[in-house]
């Protein structure tokens, strides 16, 4: 089933999903395939959102719940839905400001922008939706588009650290794909949230894929501070706990994480955590590390209670 929306994601994230849609399609239930409906569809770690926007595009969905614990993100999706027109205004005027000026000019910009965002972020009222959402959302989606690797990285304060990119003619936003992530969020809550609170949104039936930050494969990679809080191996094994209570209330779950058997064939640190589930291994092109030797072919882990 073709729904139409083509939104995808408004922000680049690490760890995105793209390049693995075809193969989460293929291993969704059979009853969800053959029918093209999800009835309640639940993502506890929403993140850049490419599942999400895949599959309102192909199949119908009656009620979505999207979680992450990045209040930043959130916000934004917020926004996008609630105020996309005033967004869309804000984005031109800071992208036309800043590819008039020369490459001096844009990192001195920049570092202005993050700074204002830094500062303002400590004191921000993240609970009462009001304009500056808009300007911040505005600041956020334009560091991501101008930042270093497109990244997002939190400091342990919360303080947005990630350096200038060099780009020679930065997008800093689509204003067509806005509009379509306006309509995919319609009939759509979004949550500010750790991924233990999406329990009350999930009741039999309900499909379930969790994208948490993956398990660095090396200790040289160990970038998970996609908020302050981080994500760590207590974490991981938590999540693990929470994936076989979902299974008990008779959710249909899937997951995806990075394998460890890519750095080393004997660490099984996975597959004992998910033991006794379908735990299969597909390939993925790892897109972000900083040492470029490091990236290429690797393999990642979707695991299924179906």
Known sequence: MENNIYAKPFVK????????????NGRLP??????????RYVEPFVGGGAMFFFLKRHYFIGESILLDINRELVMAYQ???????????????????????????RKKNYYKIREIYNSEGH????????????????????????????????NKKGEFNVPFGLYKNPRIYDENNIKLVNQALKDTEVICSDFTNSEIHITENTFVYLD????????????????????????????????KKLDQIGAYLMLSNS????????????????IGYNIERVSAKRNINRDASGRGIVNELIVTNY
Request: overall charge negative; some cysteine.
């Open 13 to 24: 994230w690490a760890g995105g999903k793209k390049q693995l849609l075809m193969e989460f």
């Open 30 to 39: 059979t009853h969800l395939k053959e029918s093209g409906t999800i009835k």
């Open 79 to 105: 926004v996008i839905k609630n105020d996309h027109k005033s967004l869309i205004a804000f984005l031109k005027d800071i992208e036309d400001n800043h590819l008039n000026k020369d490459e001096d000019g």
């Open 123 to 154: 004191n921000f009222d993240f609970e009462n939706y009001n304009t500056k959402w808009i300007e911040r959302t505005g600041h956020f989606i334009f560091m991501n588009k101008t930042c270093f690797n497109g990244l997002f990285r939190q």
């Open 212 to 243: 948490p930050p993956y398990r660095p494969l090396t200790k040289t990679s160990n970038f998970t501070n996609y908020s302050k809080y981080g994500f760590n191996d207590i974490d991981q094994v938590k999540l693990a706990s929470f994936f």
């Open 259 to 274: 394998d460890p058997k890519n750095e080393d064939l004997n660490d099984e640190f996975f597959d004992k955590l998910y």
